[in-house]
């Protein structure tokens, strides 16, 4: 599985083909708790992951466990 970096794009959604770094955290957020914590074969969730802090920062009014 291809690891998400900052300049790759967005696979798909709302977002599709904007950098990950230019996806809004709350959308983000938006996924993570609609069921991609779970899902550990998706490139998006694995980023999420790997950014969290960061993220919540960008977010910190998410609950993002």
């Known amino acids: 599985m291809k690891v998400l970096e900052d300049d790759d ?3 798909w959604g709302k ?5 990950m770094e230019d996806v809004p955290a709350q959308y983000l957020h938006y996924l993570w708790i609609n069921g ?5 074969l998706c490139p998006v969730a694995n980023y999420i992951k790997e950014n969290m802090s960061f993220l919540q920062s ?7 466990e």
Do not use: F, S, T
């Open 58 to 64: 960008e977010h910190p009014d998410g609950i993002w």
């Open 15 to 19: 977002y599709k083909d904007e950098r």
């Open 9 to 11: 794009k967005m696979p």
């Open 36 to 40: 991609k914590k779970n899902d550990k």
